[in-house]
Antibody, heavy 125, light 111 residues
Framework: EVQLVESGGGLVKPGGSLRLSCAASGFTFSNAWMTWVRQAPGKGLEWVGRIKSKADGGTTDYAAPVKGKFSISRDDSKNTLYLQMNSLKTEDTAVYYC????????????????WGQGTLVTVSS | QSVLTQPPSVSGAPGQRVTISCTGSSSNIGAGYDVQWYQQLPGTAPKLLIYGVSNRPSGVPDRFSGSKSGTSASLAITGLQAEDEADYYCQSYDSSLSGSVFGGGTKLTVL
């Protein structure tokens, strides 16, 4: 059974940093392209970015609002995905979900079959 | 403002049919990119409902169906049930933004 478990959320002051983790199990993590999606309180879903598998180059892509301040990485030895968030603003307050697709290679118009339960990040002074 | 536009809310009585539209443009749905639909119950993660415009994952009832025409996609729900009350999101890719995009979401109320 595929499981994605996010952690690392919490309260952080504006301008601060936070690193989220997503522990994966039930599939071959090293082959999977992984994605982060966020949802501000009472708002819709927003794609944050994705990382390809190392075999496919390990490259990252980001949404414009987070480019340059968020960084996605992975540790295949730990089956864990990360989201490093810097220069946080109040508008970054959201539940952050990690997600992946059933076939590993997640082109951006393909479905996110599996989602974690999310972790809440609150940016407030 | 979402690149994919959905109505904020729709409603219907039990047993009725409702449709939710997702209007895009020539850089996303109109360019032939796949469209997905997700159902999100309160306090839970989104669940994949429809993929590749009109395909249902295993376990999704055939009361849910998807279609696409031009720059728009639609989700239809027939035989509406109380448990269908949820938020629904469409998703695709936008070549101008070079990223996945979601609709703003539609809240379905079962009267």
């Amino acid at each position: 059974e595929v499981q994605l478990v996010e952690s690392g959320g919490g309260l952080v002051k504006p301008g601060g940093s936070l690193r989220l983790s997503c522990a994966a199990s039930g599939f071959t993590f090293s082959n999977a392209w992984m994605t982060w999606v966020r949802q501000a309180p009472g708002k819709g879903l927003e794609w944050v970015g994705r990382i390809k598998s190392k075999a496919d180059g390990g490259t990252t892509d980001y949404a414009a609002p987070v480019k340059g301040k968020f960084s996605i990485s992975r540790d295949d030895s730990k089956n864990t995905l990360y989201l490093q968030m810097n220069s946080l603003k109040t508008e970054d307050t959201a539940v952050y979900y990690c997600a992946t697709c059933a076939h590993g290679v997640c082109y951006m118009d393909k479905p996110f079959d599996y989602w974690g339960q999310g972790t809440l990040v609150t940016v407030s002074s | 403002q979402s690149v994919l536009t959905q109505p904020p809310s729709v409603s219907g009585a039990p047993g009725q049919r409702v449709t939710i539209s997702c209007t895009g443009s020539s850089s996303n749905i109109g360019a032939g990119y796949d469209v997905q639909w997700y159902q999100q119950l309160p306090g839970t993660a989104p669940k994949l409902l429809i993929y590749g415009v009109s395909n249902r994952p295993s376990g999704v009832p055939d009361r849910f169906s998807g279609s696409k025409s031009g720059t728009s996609a639609s989700l239809a729900i027939t035989g509406l049930q109380a448990e269908d009350e949820a938020d629904y999101y469409c998703q695709s890719y936008d070549s101008s933004l070079s990223g996945s995009v979601f609709g703003g979401g539609t809240k379905l109320t079962v009267l």
